[in-house]
C-alpha cells in the first residue's frame, strides 16, 4: 500500500485530456511538502515530468502540467499522442516515516 | 550531457552480497546528493535511500525494508556512487537505479526534492 494513492489506470482517446490524480495526507502533500511527476516508458528508466507541483523541466511539452491543492495532487495530460502510453508515478516526501521519500503507485495511461 | 550509469547487478544466492555502481558525467558529481530506487518486476517504484554531499556530512538515510543490510557510499573524485547490499533476500529482486537528487532549480527551492536524471537500472536477482 502506497502512502501516495494514484489510480492504477487511466485511458483516453488521441487528442483528449487526462488527469492522474495522486493523494496524500497531512504527513506528506497535506504539509505543504511539494510533489514530483515522472513519466515510465516501457522497458525504459524513469524521466522526470514535473518538479515542484507545477514546473516543467525543459523538453517537457507544454502538454503536461502539475497542480497541488490541500492533500492531493493532479498532472493533466492534453492533446494526448499515442507515445504518452506510460506509467505515471507522482514523488513528495512524508515527514512521518522512516521511508521520507515516497511514490505513488503509479498510473496506467492507455491511449485508445 | 549529464548522464548516470548503473553497473554491477546480476544473479545472486541469498544471504550473499553485491554492489552496484553509478557513475556519473556531465555534472559536477560533489555537488549533489545522491539516491536509490529499486522497481521490483512488475511493480512500482521504491526508495531505497540516498546520500547527502560530503559538504553536508556525506552522510546516508534508508528504507526500513533495508536498512542495517544495505549502505550508500560516495567516490566524488571518481564520480561514483555505491550500493552495497548485504544479507540478499529474494524480495530484494528488482531493477535498481541511481538518480541525481534535486531540491532547488532556477534560484528556487522546494521542500522535499525530486530526482533527475535517472540511470539505466541494472537488475539483481536474488534466487538460489
Known amino acids: 500500500q502506497s502512502v501516495l494513492t494514484q489510480p492504477p489506470s487511466v485511458s483516453g482517446a488521441p487528442g483528449q485530456k487526462v488527469t492522474i490524480s495522486c493523494t496524500g495526507s497531512?504527513?506528506?502533500?497535506?504539509?505543504?511538502?511539494?510533489v514530483h511527476w515522472y513519466q515510465q516508458l516501457p522497458g525504459t528508466a524513469p524521466k522526470l515530468l514535473i518538479y515542484?507541483?507545477?514546473n516543467r523541466p525543459s523538453g517537457v511539452p507544454d502538454r503536461f502540467s502539475g497542480s497541488k491543492s490541500g492533500t492531493s495532487a493532479s498532472l493533466a495530460i492534453t492533446g494526448l499522442q499515442a507515445d504518452d502510453e506510460a506509467d505515471y508515478y507522482c514523488?513528495?516526501?512524508?515527514?512521518?516515516?522512516?521511508?521520507?521519500?515516497?511514490f505513488g503507485g503509479g498510473t496506467k495511461l492507455t491511449v485508445l | 550531457e549529464v548522464q548516470l550509469v548503473d553497473s554491477g547487478g546480476g544473479l545472486v544466492q541469498p544471504g550473499r552480497s553485491l554492489r552496484l555502481s553509478c557513475t556519473g558525467s556531465?555534472?559536477?558529481?560533489?555537488?549533489?546528493?545522491m539516491t536509490w530506487v529499486r522497481q521490483a518486476p512488475g511493480k512500482g517504484l521504491e526508495w531505497v535511500g540516498f546520500?547527502?554531499?560530503?559538504?553536508?556530512?556525506?552522510?546516508?538515510e534508508y528504507a526500513v525494508s533495508v536498512k542495517g543490510r544495505f549502505s550508500i557510499s560516495r567516490d566524488d573524485s571518481k564520480s561514483v556512487a555505491y550500493l552495497q547490499m548485504n544479507s540478499l533476500k529474494t524480495d530484494d529482486t528488482a531493477v535498481y537505479y541511481c538518480?541525481?537528487?534535486?531540491?532547488?532549480?532556477?534560484?528556487?527551492?522546494?521542500?522535499?526534492?525530486?530526482?533527475?536524471?535517472w540511470g539505466q537500472g541494472t537488475l539483481v536477482t536474488v534466487s538460489s
Open positions: 546520500i547527502r554531499r560530503e559538504v553536508h556530512g556525506g552522510t546516508a
Open positions: 514523488q513528495s516526501f512524508d515527514s512521518s516515516l522512516s521511508d521520507s521519500r515516497v
Open positions: 538518480a541525481r537528487y534535486s531540491s532547488c532549480r532556477g534560484g528556487i527551492c522546494y521542500s522535499g526534492g525530486w530526482f533527475d536524471p
Open positions: 556531465g555534472f559536477t558529481f560533489g555537488e549533489y546528493a
Open positions: 497531512s504527513s506528506n502533500i497535506g504539509a505543504g511538502y511539494d
Open positions: 515542484g507541483n507545477n
